[in-house]
């Protein structure tokens, strides 16, 4: 493990079971990557990636190994400690956006502030602010169903940044797109992610995407190739 990466796994295992069958999926996968820098995850379906990307922004945890964030180990942190790191410190963006359809573009944006108790004033600039930076400057009223699908996935972009985390996680975020929509998506992803200096893992099906980031690695039999 890089004494120096921002973020950083170890000899991470995972295993699911389906009946009495034991599905290994991580076999003591490890990764490091650095501020800054965007790194795509490719491998076949069912190969583990969302597993991986689930472990890594917390949301599930491995049977055993070391998630690392600077000097903190995650994988030696209580449940409220991990939903603390995960709002100020991960910023999620998914294949289906998530995002609340009754609620207009600037309430799905301001809403991780508002659930952290910060009030509609000090939100409403900074969430304007992102649906600008993702081209949406003209849409900000409108209702999340009356968005079309890249609108969306610039609205959830812009939800996953409003907290200013240090990671981006992003789990196939052009896959339910077409060509052009999912191609303005990874260009504003890697943008913004350079401006920002947030460290991106991206896991994508895309070629052409993965070779255009950074590093690009391949999961595969459980650990990276
Ligand atoms: N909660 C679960 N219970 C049992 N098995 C699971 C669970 N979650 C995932 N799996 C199994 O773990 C393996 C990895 O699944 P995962 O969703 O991580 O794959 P993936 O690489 O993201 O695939 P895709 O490219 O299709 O999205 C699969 O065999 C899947 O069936
Ligand atoms: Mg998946």
């Not at 800054?36 to 990307?53: P, Q, W």
């Not at 003209?138 to 200013?164: C, D, F, N, P």
């Amino acid at each position: 493990m890089s004494q120096n990466s921002l973020f950083s796994a170890a000899d991470l295992q995972k295993s699911f079971y389906s009946g009495t069958e034991k599905i290994q999926v991580l076999k003591g996968l490890e990764f490091s990557i650095n501020t800054g820098e965007m790194m795509a995850i490719v491998g076949a379906s069912g190969s583990g990636k969302t597993t991986l990307l689930q472990i890594l922004g917390t949301l599930d945890s491995p049977d055993s190994g070391t998630i690392m964030f600077k000097d903190l180990e995650l994988t030696a942190m209580s449940d409220n400690e991990l939903s603390d790191f995960r709002n100020k410190s991960v910023g999620f963006i998914f294949q289906f956006h998530h995002l609340l359809p009754e609620f207009s573009a600037l309430e799905n944006v301001m809403m991780p502030g508002l659930i952290a108790g910060r009030t509609r004033q000090e939100m409403e600039a900074p969430a304007k602010e992102l649906l600008h930076q993702v081209e949406l400057g003209h849409r900000t009223s409108h209702r999340v169903s009356q968005l079309s699908g890249g609108e969306q996935q610039r609205t959830a972009l812009a939800r996953a940044l409003i907290m200013k985390p240090s990671l981006l996680l992003a789990d196939e975020p052009t896959g339910n797109l077409d060509g052009r929509s999912g191609s303005m998506v990874f260009s504003l992803i890697r943008e913004l992610c350079r401006d920002l200096k947030l460290a991106t893992i991206m896991v994508t099906h895309n070629s052409e995407l993965a070779a255009r980031m950074d590093v690009s690695r391949t999961l595969q039999d459980g650990v990276f190739l």
